[in-house]
């Protein structure tokens, strides 16, 4: 293939990781790429190497904005993107070589609506890695509605939740935005209003392609995290985007989401404490 393919990467003080992050894109095995630096109005040097970055790749574009949040900075990014399909990548993270084209190439067939590969996880805190969604997924039955399918994925793995660890037809993606007032779930919200607008195949790349630092999370992050009301509000938008009269299998699914979110809210106030 030889489309273009926009990697949209949103920056705030993460100088200590940003060259390696960029680095990981510029040494892609698929090099038609479109790469948007957006710099969210960052006090240390991370602007000043994203610049020194644009001089020597013609790749790369770019944008500085006052510090307005990771959803904005994103959002700018869609504006700017002329590719075909569109990554998001976070300025604190790596990719392997392979990332774009093994993520690309389901793309050739045209039933194809998003492509989603596995996570390794490097635990800073504890010095540990962990290589996750890499395991084979229940395929959708002839049985099963878009919607229940989503809500199943959603209940039973996480590998859907974030942004970053997929490839989104540009065609679609650029008619969305993030939500800038959220702090918390705005990722998920992203990727759902994304397949509500395709009927297509969700194609998964059972690999860590993803290198994603856990340890890096601002304390705001994290305090998102453990407030009931954050995880209730995103519930009430997964329950407005199933729509009013959801049959009884999406009601069961939609019910294990929320267990599971139940659970998630604990675990994160116990490892605030």
Same mark, same amino acid.
């Given at each position: ?97 392979? &990332? $774009?084209?093994?993520? +690309?190439?389901?793309?050739? !067939? #045209? ?9 390794? *996880? %490097? ?66 919200? &992203? $990727?759902?209003?994304? +397949?509500?607008?395709?009927? !297509? #195949? ?9 290198? *994603? %630092? ?60």
């Amino acid at each position: 293939m030889d489309s273009k393919v926009s990697i949209i990467i949103p920056i705030y003080n993460t100088e200590k990781y940003l060259k390696t992050c960029l680095d990981s894109i510029l040494g892609q095995t698929y090099e038609n790429l479109e790469i948007i630096l957006v710099d969210d109005g960052s006090a240390d040097n991370s602007g000043k190497i994203i610049d020194d970055y644009a001089k020597k790749d013609r790749r790369i574009k770019a944008i500085h904005q006052k510090n307005q949040g990771q959803s904005a900075a994103r959002n700018n990014g869609l504006k700017e993107a002329t590719g075909d399909y569109i990554g998001f990548i976070d300025s604190d993270d790596k990719i392997d070589p392979t &990332f $774009v084209e093994k993520l +690309l190439a389901p793309y050739q !067939n #045209k039933n194809t609506a998003l492509t989603v590969c596995g996570i390794h *996880y %490097n635990r800073l805190k504890t010095a540990t890695e962990e290589d996750a969604y890499i395991s084979e997924l229940r395929p959708k039955t002839p049985r099963e509605s878009k919607e229940a399918y989503i809500l199943r994925l959603l209940a039973l793995d996480g590998r859907l939740y974030s942004s970053v660890n997929k490839l989104y037809r540009a065609s679609i993606a650029k008619t969305l935005s993030f939500d800038v007032s959220l702090k918390f779930g705005e990722d998920t919200r &992203f $990727v759902l209003n994304y +397949l509500k607008k395709t009927a !297509n #195949k969700i194609e998964f790349i059972l690999e860590p392609l993803y290198v *994603y %630092n856990f340890g890096t999370e601002t304390s705001t992050v994290k305090k998102t995290s453990t407030s009931w009301e954050n995880w209730q509000n995103l519930y009430l938008f997964l329950k407005s985007w199933l729509g009013s009269k959801p049959n009884l299998n999406e009601k069961f699914w939609l019910h294990m989401v929320h267990l599971r979110w139940r659970i998630s809210f604990v675990r994160s106030r116990r490892r605030a404490k």
